[in-house]
């Protein structure tokens, strides 16, 4: 619990900007991405100091229950998640280049189908050791303290759409700025459900938000609730009352992919 009440501390003054950055809508999107390249230094040396307090015993929130997937044949998809208080932040895909925001287990969107991102206990403390510990954690332990509320919770795809702002020149499935091949209103997207350790978490299907929310990227969204999106103001989940420890997951469906 003084690891939570020290990263609450920081995350409440410092990590606002990594949402206006990575779920924020387009208007914010020049200044947004020069603020969330700035590394946070105060919650960095939080997490080292809840690392530091926290005991050497095995728990099902060790490194050992986890193994990052950082390769994809198709397109990543992840969830981008971060609890009321900040905690639990998973901001960018496994699959992205320089990543340092990427604790999630991410789903490889080959062709039409089912898939299932999630973020779990394992994969949220994960000591990387490419991109280090996650400074949006609080650590009891190997456990991370479990999540309480949400400040956002999307699901994005990786590469996947061609906005006609985009004016990149590389890979699409790695590159955000380089058009992809598909039009947004060409795919038929669902969100099947979301479950908190488990349980089915109720959500209204109608207030749900799909496509290319952030137009400066080509990533396609389910945008399930997002402090800085449409779903502000009319949330399709009761956010103040969702909480979890072990695992959050959202499946969803996708049509139209040619591959």
Same mark, same amino acid.
């Given at each position: 619990?003084?690891?939570?009440?020290?990263?609450?501390?920081?995350?409440?003054?410092?990590l606002t900007t990594?949402?206006?950055?990575?779920?924020?809508?387009?208007?914010?999107?020049?200044?947004?991405?020069?603020?969330?390249?700035?590394?946070?230094?105060?919650?960095?040396?939080?997490?080292?100091?809840?690392a530091t307090d926290?005991?050497?015993?095995?728990?099902?929130?060790?490194?050992? +229950?986890?193994?990052?997937?950082?390769?994809?044949?198709?397109?990543?998809?992840?969830?981008?998640?971060?609890?009321?208080?900040?905690?639990?932040?998973?901001?960018?895909?496994?699959?992205?280049?320089?990543?340092?925001?990427?604790?999630?287990?991410?789903?490889?969107?080959? %062709?039409?189908?089912?898939? =299932?991102?999630?973020?779990?206990?394992?994969?949220?403390?994960?000591?990387?050791?490419?991109?280090?510990?996650?400074?949006?954690?609080?650590? +009891?332990?190997?456990?991370?303290?479990?999540?309480?509320?949400?400040?956002?919770?999307?699901?994005?795809?990786?590469?996947?759409?061609?906005?006609?702002?985009?004016?990149?020149? %590389?890979?699409?499935? =790695?590159?955000?700025?380089?058009?992809?091949?598909?039009?947004?209103? +060409?795919?038929?997207?669902?969100?099947?459900?979301?479950?908190? #350790?488990?349980?089915?978490?109720?959500?209204?299907?109608?207030?749900?938000?799909?496509?290319?929310?952030?137009?400066?990227?080509?990533?396609?969204?389910?945008?399930?609730?997002?402090?800085?999106? +449409?779903?502000?103001?009319?949330?399709?989940? #009761?956010?103040?009352?969702l909480a979890f420890?072990?695992?959050?997951?959202?499946?969803?469906?996708?049509?139209?992919?040619?591959?």
């Open positions: 619990m003084k690891a939570k009440k020290i990263l609450a501390a920081v995350t409440a003054l410092s990594v949402v206006f950055a990575s779920c924020g809508d387009s208007a914010d999107s020049s200044s947004s991405t020069a603020a969330a390249t700035t590394t946070t230094a105060a919650a960095e040396s939080a997490a080292d100091s809840a926290s005991s050497a015993d095995t728990t099902k929130g060790s490194d050992s +229950d986890y193994t990052p997937v950082k390769t994809f044949k198709g397109y990543d998809a992840f969830l981008m998640f971060g609890d009321g208080e900040w905690l639990w932040g998973n901001w960018e895909g496994q699959g992205e280049p320089e990543a340092t925001k990427a604790f999630g287990v991410d789903a490889d969107i080959t %062709g039409d189908g089912e898939y =299932t991102v999630s973020i779990t206990n394992a994969s949220i403390a994960y000591d990387d050791p490419d991109e280090g510990i996650n400074p949006q954690i609080a650590l +009891d332990g190997d456990y991370a303290v479990g999540a309480q509320g949400c400040v956002v919770m999307c699901v994005d795809i990786i590469g996947l759409l061609n906005g006609e702002k985009l004016k990149g020149t %590389g890979d699409p499935k =790695t590159d955000k700025e380089t058009p992809g091949k598909y039009n947004a209103d +060409d795919l038929k997207v669902e969100l099947k459900s979301i479950k908190a #350790d488990g349980q089915e978490v109720a959500f209204d299907k109608a207030k749900i938000k799909y496509g290319n929310i952030e137009d400066n990227n080509n990533c396609y969204r389910i945008e399930i609730y997002n402090d800085y999106g +449409d779903t502000a103001k009319d949330s399709p989940i #009761d956010k103040d009352n420890e072990d695992s959050l997951e959202i499946t969803f469906s996708i049509e139209g992919l040619s591959e």
